[in-house]
Each structure stands twice: as C-alpha cells, then as structure tokens.
C-alpha cells in the first residue's frame, strides 16, 4: 500500500476511509495530497481532539470543531461553503483558517490575542467574543451579517471591518475612543461597559438601536445623526438628558422626531465644552423647552460630574 504524506503524519488511504468513518464524514473524495473533499458538512464537535484528524481541502457545507483541545487549526479546509466554527478552543493563532467562507466564522471563547490569518470574506456573521484580543487588525474588512467582538481587552477599533451587513458589538472592552469603527451599521451598534468619555470616531448611521451606557460620557458630541433607539444611561450625560427627552426604562430614549430634534439643539448650543458645564447656557435652554423649574436642585446634582461655570 503506497503511503501519503498529510500534514503532520504518513497516512494511507485505508487510515483515511477509516478515520471518515470514525467521525462519520461521508461524501468524501481523496486527493494525491492525502487531502480530502468532502460534500456535506464536517462535524468534529467535542471530540477531544488536540489536532484535526485530517488535512481537509473544500467542504461544501459546514466544518465545526468547536470544544475540543485544538492549540492549532493546521489542517483544515481552505474553502468552506457554509459555517466555520472552532470556537471554544485552546487557539492562540487563527493560521490555517479559510481565507473565504460563505456563511458564519466563530473563533470566540479561545485564547486569541490577534486576528491576524483570520479569513478575509465572510459572508454571514463574524463571532471573536471572550478572547484576549487587544487589536482587531487583520479582521475582514466585509462582514455580511453582525461583527462580536466584545468581552476582549481591545483599546482601539482600528482594522475592524468597515462594512457590517448587520449588527457591531465592541462591548466589555477597555475601549476610550470609537476611532475606527464602521461610520455605516446595518442593525445595532453597542460599545457598552467601555471607558468612553467621548463618542468620537462613532458611525455616522445606526439603523438599529445606539447603545453606550455604562461609560464615563460627560456629553454627546458625535452621536449618530441616524439611530433608532439611545440606550445612554449609567452616564454623566443621562442625567441632563433625561430630562428633555420622553424615555422608557432605564436609559433608553425613544425614537421620535421631537426628542432627536432637541438632543441636536443642545449638542448644537455647546453647553458643555471640555467636561464644563456652562450654567447660564443650560438654564437657557431649559427655559425655551418649557423643561423642569428645580434648577438649583440639577444643577447641584451634576456638580459631582462637571465642572460648573
């Protein structure tokens, strides 16, 4: 029996039909390279592996290795149809990942601190989640359903993907700036649970709901244009916010033309400037919305939060 070289072993093509049989791969051809094609989906979901069994070629609907012990994905397919799921790993590096894949990429809940040899198209969604990831640079720039990158310990946005097809989640970070983020969302945006003062750098159109609560904004400078919902409470700026605007529950602030219209206005007349709260400026404003008469009692309510001149 002539034996083939695979990745990391010597193999013969009965130890391939064996393997495929073991982890009920079916619908397989084998190549000269001891690679294999397979037309159907790939499922090694917790099988204990610390290394794919195979070298995997194309696979024309899903591969899932998720849980397992894999510290690396050598081996696997360089072209998937479907879905890509090695999440829940040992992985430290995403070499050896397809360059193109037509449905979802999951990495999360592995040992990443880089995205770099991550595929460059994705057709459906991106998951990075619950990594180490402290830079998103060489994530796909095209994401055709929503990008997750929350519950890392990323500082910056830039080299994230700069057209999502859907929804952008960058919360639980250490993030103190939104430079580099997609200026265009297609569903919801959250950067919660940051260390924002400042929403610089944020898209310029949400066409879902804009959430930024739990951060240190002090004002809402560079807020969306466009949004459906703002969820901005547990900061500074919800006090003065809330306000001037009918909202529900806790922090979110409904979507209708009078509240947008008014949140504008006092962006437009800079009554904070560099976290000073200029007084004369807000009474003001208050006044002309017809707006709560207990001035002195809000404006020693937000002494612990601005400067006050």
């Not at 995205?115 to 402290?134: A, H, K």
């Not at 500082?155 to 993030?175: A, E, H, M, W």
């Not at 009078?258 to 400026?281: G, H, P, S």
Request: overall charge neutral.
């Amino acid at each position: 029996m002539k034996y083939i070289r695979t990745f990391n072993e010597s193999i013969n093509r009965s130890d391939i039909d064996a393997i495929c049989e073991k982890y009920n791969i079916k619908n397989y051809n084998i190549n000269d390279d001891g690679s294999i094609d397979v037309d159907g989906n790939v499922d090694l979901y917790n099988k204990k592996l610390k290394a794919l069994p195979l070298k995997f070629r194309n696979v024309s609907g899903n591969f899932k290795c998720s849980f397992n012990k894999l510290t690396s994905l050598k081996g696997s397919p360089q072209s998937i149809c479907g879905d890509f799921d090695c999440s829940g790993n040992q992985l430290t590096s995403l070499e050896g990942t397809p360059q193109s894949i037509g449905g979802d990429f999951w990495c999360s809940s592995n040992q990443l601190t880089s995205l770099v040899g991550s595929p460059q198209r994705v057709g459906g969604n991106f998951n990075c989640s619950s990594n180490q990831l402290t830079t998103l640079e060489g994530a796909p720039q095209n994401v055709g359903g929503f990008f997750d990158c929350r519950d890392n310990k990323l500082t910056s946005l830039v080299g994230c993907p700069q057209s999502i097809g859907r929804d952008f989640y960058c919360s639980i970070n250490k993030l103190t700036s939104l430079v580099g983020s997609p200026q265009n969302i297609g569903g919801n945006f959250n950067c919660s649970y940051n260390q924002l003062t400042s929403l610089e750098g944020a898209p310029k159109r949400v066409y879902g709901d804009f959430s930024c609560y739990n951060n240190n904004l002090k004002n809402i400078d560079y807020l969306p244009k466009y949004y459906k919902e703002l969820l901005i409470g547990d900061n500074p700026i919800y006090k003065i916010v809330k306000l001037f605007t009918t909202y529900k529950g806790i922090g979110l602030i409904d979507d209708n033309r009078e509240d947008k219209d008014l949140i504008m206005d006092f962006i437009d007349r800079e009554i904070i400037q560099q976290n000073k709260l200029l007084v004369n400026r807000l009474v003001e404003y208050l006044d002309d919305i017809d707006k709560p008469k207990n001035r002195e009692e809000l404006i020693e309510l937000l002494k612990n939060d601005y400067e006050i001149r």
